[in-house]
């Protein structure tokens, strides 16, 4: 039976029939994608996109990647679904590979089917393990749509569910464009760090089980804190008892340049990593990694989800992991990411709306701003930008509380052509939006 082709409008009409009214949508006019072919994808009327913002930061290798898709159909074809009740043998090759770029002593994983699903677990490992119930997370942060999830998010924009999960503090950003205590790197001593320990002194039971932050924050508008930001934050949190989660549901998988991982950028080793999005390229897979000893934390307590591990996500997962080391995706992102930097920072002193550009390898933020010095946000000209972008055919994501951040983070398959897109079409727009188009 040949499948139905929906309209743009059609599609409109049942979304708003049938789907929940928060079902958010990019662009005045929302782009109807129906085939992806590694960094680009097409619309219903043929026309071609470079995605650099890869599906929300989900399409880490390429879109329908051809060394993965046919192992995926053959998968697929033989065994679709088998519980972790059973043996079948890609969960286990999958999970030994995976602890094979994990840092530190990481090295024991439970596969889940999305991000928020794996912080979840990494929370549930954190109060298992230290006896402790509380949490610090960092103001911007956003850690995904389940209840635990919302409650260790720090934008309130993304907290609407009450009341939250008991005993969660936020702690500042390292968000020095906008500094809450309006002071300067490096002479600031970095106190949005120090204050963690404040934090746990004042509005905490003094232990906590741990501390949970994106090494870049993604949602929150690209925040990339100082060098030192987390070495600090780390030393504070394990002296009070916790454990330091990753949340690199955003920043595995390479994307912030030749590291696998966002927090060995900052020199550190977390206790458990919490992965999602670039994981699967595309297929719901979300996994948890963390020591031995942590997750015997575990031991004699039942752990089970119906679809984590199962043998298709495992072979695209596994997929994955192979095409970043083959085509060294990892260091292409670096490489990329800094060709698009330089190139981002000529546009900033070209055009006045580019109040900072920011981020590592190829997870980028330009924030937009009405005027230098006030850094006031310019949220409408942000969705503009985004708008006109989308008709010369790139499309570019947004984020932070203003909702004045582009946000660049391509797969890490593109090329310097790409790149030159990327900027000329920046370059482009914002030159059309100063002319009031
Ligand atoms: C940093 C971060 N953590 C967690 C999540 C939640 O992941 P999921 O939507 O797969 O539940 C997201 C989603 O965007 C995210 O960006």
Request: hydrophobic share 40%.
């Amino acid at each position: 039976m040949k499948e139905k082709k929906l309209t743009s409008d059609e599609i409109k009409k049942l979304r708003e029939e049938y789907l929940l009214p928060s079902t958010m949508t990019y662009f005045s006019k929302p782009v109807n994608i129906v085939r992806g072919v590694m960094q680009h994808v097409y619309d219903d009327a043929g026309k071609k996109y470079l995605d650099a913002f890869g599906a929300v930061v989900t399409i880490s290798v390429g879109h329908c990647h051809p060394d993965i898709v046919p192992k995926v159909v053959e998968q697929i074809k033989t065994l679709q679904h088998m519980t972790t009740l059973y043996f079948h043998p890609t969960i286990a090759i999958y999970a030994e590979k995976l602890a094979s770029v994990m840092p530190g002593k990481l090295k024991v994983s439970f596969f889940t089917n999305s991000g928020c699903e794996a912080n979840e677990l990494s929370a549930m490992l954190a109060k298992n393990f230290t006896k402790n119930q509380e949490f610090i997370a960092l103001r911007h942060s956003f850690h995904g749509r389940t209840l635990m999830a919302m409650s260790l998010t720090g934008q309130s924009a993304w907290r609407h569910s009450l009341p939250y999960v008991f005993g969660v503090s936020h702690a500042p950003a390292g968000y020095c464009y906008r500094c809450p205590y309006r002071l300067t790197y490096p002479s600031c001593d970095l106190v949005c760090a120090r204050q963690v320990e404040e934090i746990i002194k004042y509005s905490t039971s003094g232990k906590i089980a741990g501390f949970i932050a994106e090494p870049i924050q993604g949602f929150g508008g690209v925040i990339c804190p100082p060098r030192e930001y987390f070495k600090i934050i780390y030393e504070i949190v394990r002296r009070y008892g916790g454990i330091c989660i990753s949340d690199e549901v955003q920043t595995g998988f390479g994307r912030t340049g030749d590291k696998m991982w966002g927090i060995e950028q900052w020199e550190c080793i977390p206790d458990v990593i919490a992965m999602a999005k670039g994981i699967g390229n595309g297929v719901p897979l979300g996994a948890v990694t963390t020591t031995r000893e942590i997750a015997e934390s575990m031991r004699g307590k039942v752990h089970f989800n119906t679809y984590g591990g199962n043998p298709v996500s495992m072979t695209q997962g596994l997929g994955v992991l192979e095409v970043i080391e083959k085509y060294h995706y990892a260091h292409n992102a670096k490489v990329m990411g800094d060709k698009l930097i330089e190139g981002l920072e000529e546009l900033q002193e070209k055009h006045l709306l580019i109040g900072e550009v920011r981020g590592k390898g190829l997870m980028l933020g330009v924030e937009l701003v009405k005027d230098r010095k006030t850094k006031e946000p310019a949220p409408q000209e942000t969705l503009r930008l985004m708008d006109i972008c989308k008709d010369m055919g790139l499309l570019v994501g947004k984020g932070a509380m203003a909702g004045n951040v582009i946000r660049v983070k391509p797969p890490l398959c593109i090329d310097s052509g790409d790149v030159d897109f990327i900027l000329g079409t920046l370059d482009k727009a914002l030159t059309m939006l100063a002319k009031g188009h």
